[in-house]
């Protein structure tokens, strides 16, 4: 674990903090308006893992209660990275390509390593706990083609009490023979693993097409087959993420209209689709993700670091599609929801949009929840909620501290905050009440 070692939550925990979420869409206003959530100096309340309430911070609970003071911090919901790939952490900041490039080069030689089950599990725990010590307690997670890689994955989840949604690569062509699997062979896994893990504690299972170039009809067929039978799976892939990758598809598949529409006339298509970048997308395509409730994640980092191109967010929604955040990491470059979130701000400035605060933040909170379908769940400070939250510095340096000094209200407060911040103002994060991260403390000197 990171830090020291997790303590036990109490039965009935509460935490002193300046506590900011969301009720719904803020929209693209700076103006807080009724769905922004702020309340400074406010105690939050945790029984048994779930969110109970909230106390004005002058009113403390009863002694039966673990009160641990953390005034004059920031205390949010965990964030949720919709769409990352854990094996990629040993290709992060790898230089020079473009996506197909960075695929050959980089991507599917860490990827083969990841057949080995003790190498399968020492990178489960290594990206899960780093998903934490960066704030983010929920995710939807790509591992490799290999059993091992979605079974690592998983256990490494379920014995942190985490939200995760995740399942084994699917991938019959056009990539290395050890990362290759069969239609029989992907279809004998993907059913056992959805009979060991879906629905078991915080996980559900995802279909998760690589990308349409590497599975053949007959892979995807049977992906969509499976979703059918089970409703409530979640299908994850790649979309109209680079303009080579668009060409090749339009190759691939010369009877769909369109690469969203490969995805499509296979069944993929559903409220519980999630369909990472959607750069490269027109008009029918973005009224038929309005129209089966598919949604794109948002991964602006990996979209700069590979000059893959710029989301039009603002035409998304309006045609009725939903949109979340993601990191994309390896691609992306930080696994940091700050990061990422000041990225997406100059992703839209780019094209004379400018991204607020509250929606932002939102789309890494209630706005993930709502796409994923788990908003009673997480994204939320609300009650019922699980206690999946983070407790943050507002400033950890003598520029921030000066910034934010200055800040006029709270749209700027908050917005400097998410600009100027990253992992390392992270204090704690709690999973289900239980914290899993506590920043180390300096070395002391010696002599």
Same mark, same amino acid.
């Given at each position: ?9 109490? !039965? ?86 473009? &996506? *197909?490039? %960075? ?11 990841? !057949? ?22 929920? #995710? ?9 890689? !979605? ?16 399942? /084994? +690569? &699917? ?13 029989? $062979?992907?279809?004998?896994? $993907? ?26 009809? !007959? ?6 087959? &499976? ?69 794109? #994640? ?19 929604? #309006? ?10 990491? @390896? ?15 100059? +992703? ?6 400018? *991204?607020?605060?509250?929606? #932002? ?5 209630? @706005? ?25 510095? %507002?400033? $950890? ?16 407060? +908050?917005?400097?905050?998410?600009? *100027? ?22 070395? /002391?000197?010696?002599?």
């Amino acid at each position: 674990m990171n830090g020291t070692e997790p303590v036990q939550s109490a !039965a009935r925990l509460a935490l002193r903090a300046d506590l900011l979420d969301f009720r719904a869409d803020p929209g693209w206003s700076p103006e807080p308006g009724t769905a922004v959530r702020f309340r400074p100096d406010h105690w939050l309340l945790v029984e048994q893992g779930r969110i109970v309430g909230t106390l004005p911070g002058e009113e403390p609970p009863g002694d039966d209660w673990l009160r641990l003071d953390r005034r004059g911090r920031l205390l949010m919901p965990g964030f949720i990275d919709t769409h990352v790939h854990a094996p990629q952490l040993d290709v992060i900041a790898s230089f020079g390509t473009q &996506l *197909l490039e %960075w695929l050959e080069t980089y991507t599917f030689p860490a990827e083969q390593r990841y !057949a080995d089950p003790e190498v399968a599990a020492e990178g489960a725990a290594r990206f899960c706990d780093a998903l934490i010590a960066h704030g983010t307690t929920s #995710a939807v997670v790509f591992p490799t083609v290999h059993r091992a890689s !979605a079974e690592a994955l998983l256990a490494a989840a379920r014995e942190r009490g985490m939200r995760l949604i995740a399942g /084994k +690569v &699917l991938m019959d062509r056009h990539a290395p023979p050890a990362l290759t699997d069969t239609v029989d $062979s992907a279809e004998r896994d $993907s059913r056992e693993l959805i009979a060991r893990w879906h629905g078991t504690g915080r996980l559900a299972y995802a279909m998760t097409v690589r990308f349409a170039p590497t599975s053949t009809p !007959a892979q995807m067929a049977m992906a969509g087959r &499976l979703m059918r039978e089970v409703p409530d799976l979640y299908m994850q892939t790649h979309v109209a993420e680079n303009r080579a990758e668009v060409a090749w598809v339009a190759e691939l598949f010369p009877q769909a209209r369109s690469y969203l529409d490969v995805y499509h006339g296979f069944g993929l298509l559903t409220p519980r689709a999630v369909l990472a970048h959607g750069i490269w997308l027109d008009d029918a395509d973005r009224a038929l993700l309005a129209d089966t409730g598919a949604h794109i #994640a948002h991964c602006p980092t990996s979209n700069l670091f590979l000059g893959s191109g710029l989301l039009d967010w603002r035409r998304l929604e #309006a045609q009725g599609a939903s949109v979340s955040m993601a990191t994309d990491v @390896g691609g992306g470059t930080s696994l940091s929801m700050q990061r990422t979130l000041a990225e997406a701000y100059k +992703v839209q400035a780019l094209q004379g949009v400018r *991204l607020p605060a509250w929606k #932002a933040l939102y789309t890494a909170t209630l @706005g993930a929840a709502r796409c994923l379908h788990l908003d009673g769940e997480i994204g939320s400070l609300e009650p019922g909620r699980m206690a999946d939250v983070c407790v943050w510095d %507002w400033a $950890s340096g003598p520029v921030d501290s000066h910034r934010l000094s200055l800040g006029r209200e709270l749209h700027e407060k +908050v917005f400097a905050w998410m600009t *100027l911040s990253d992992e390392r103002h992270l204090v704690e994060a709690y999973v289900a009440g239980h914290r899993h991260y506590v920043r180390p403390q300096p070395p /002391k000197p010696t002599g």
